[in-house]
């Protein structure tokens, strides 16, 4: 998939890998390729700006951890992020929805 | 994360390391609150380090897992600005908060003091220029603390430009700090004498002269800072 068609999406894909629980920066990373099943490819630096850009939104909390032994800055969703995260996804359905119907071929509908 | 784990990584103490120059690059690229830098380039050096490991994980040699690790990571002038935008804005938010601060504290540290009469004018007879002037300073000094405390609550928001938030807020800064700042120096010049006695006599207003004047030039160099790094968010 192309970066820039994923850019402007970023931020509502962040926020739903880390709706199961708080995640360091490269788990993120992780989790977005694996979802996507790899197609997801955008440079791996772009997501932590995009997390500190959510974090100032105060749809995020970043904090300083130990991860495995390591210290980690990880991220976890705020209140007001889980409410961002269901308005993306309700716009996103409907946006979809609305895309689908004009561009399913005329033909073929009820 | 501490210097001494940092530096006890194998990994960076490497010269050659692709990893730890790449960091060093990302950390010049990028101006701004340096503690904020601090963490995202150490943040970055750690996200750096798990995808080489992940890379040795999956029987990459090394040296080649760190190279790849940089290169799925992007080039330095890919992906600096969009960390350079959080720096400018995270610059932006510290600077509203103190105007958002200072100007009113200026205003009800002052008034406080006439008040209190811990600071007293001598002359009973105050200028008409100076109560103008007064008045006007208290405007200014209100108008100022609400444009700043409206770019402090726009800092929240992700579809406001991070280098227009900077130039707006550096801009709030030098404009209230110039204001501010020339019409107590009309008001003093305007009331004679009455500044020198202030001082001479009383200890408490050489303290509050002090203090604002220092708030002043703090506000001044803060907004320049801020200024400056709207440009380097270009």
Redesign the interface.
């Known amino acids: 998939m192309r970066p820039a068609a994923v850019r402007g999406h970023l ?1 509502a894909l962040i926020l739903a890998v880390l709706e199961d629980g708080p995640q ?3 788990a993120i ?2 989790a977005l390729q694996a979802r996507s099943g790899g197609a997801l490819d955008l ?4 997501v ?3 997390l ?3 974090e ?3 749809l995020l909390s970043g904090s ?1 951890s130990s991860v495995g032994g ?4 990880t991220y976890t969703l705020t209140r007001a992020g889980r409410h961002a995260l269901a308005r993306q996804r309700a716009e996103w359905t409907e946006f979809t929805t609305v895309v689908d119907a004009v561009l399913r071929p005329a033909g073929g509908v009820s | ?2 210097t001494a ?1 940092r530096t006890a990584d194998p990994i960076a103490d490497r010269t050659a390391d692709p990893i730890a120059e790449y960091v060093v690059a990302l950390g010049r690229a990028l101006h701004g609150p340096r503690r904020t830098r601090r ?2 380039v ?3 050096r ?2 750096l380090h ?2 080489a490991a ?1 890379y040795r994980a999956g029987g990459v040699a090394p040296e080649q897992a760190a190279t790849l690790a940089v290169r ?3 080039s330095v002038p ?2 600096a600005p ?2 350079q ?2 720096l400018t ?2 610059q932006s ?1 510290l600077a509203a908060l103190l105007l958002v601060v200072v100007f009113p504290a200026m205003l009800v540290g002052w008034d406080l003091l006439w008040r209190s009469g811990i600071v007293r004018r001598e002359r009973t007879a105050t200028p008409e220029v100076v109560r103008v002037l007064a008045a006007l300073q208290d405007v200014m000094t209100v108008a100022i603390g609400a444009v700043a405390l409206a770019l402090l609550v726009s ?4 579809a406001v430009s991070p280098r227009r938030l900077a130039s707006a807020v550096g801009m709030t800064g030098a404009v209230g700090a110039a204001s501010c700042g020339g019409i107590s120096i009309g008001m003093n010049l305007a009331g004679g004498h009455t500044t020198v006695d202030l001082l001479a006599n009383n200890p408490a207003a050489v303290a509050a002269y002090t203090g604002s004047m220092v708030m002043l030039v703090l506000i001044v160099w803060l907004s320049v800072r801020t200024m400056h790094l709207a440009g380097a968010s270009a």
């Open positions: 931020d360091h920066g490269y990373i992780e440079p791996t630096g772009t932590y700006p995009a500190r850009r959510l100032r939104a105060a300083w390591r210290d980690r800055r | 994360m501490t784990d963490c995202m150490a943040e970055a750690d996200g798990d995808a992940a799925d990571f992007g890919e992906v969009s960390y935008d959080e804005a995270r938010r800092t929240f928001l992700r």
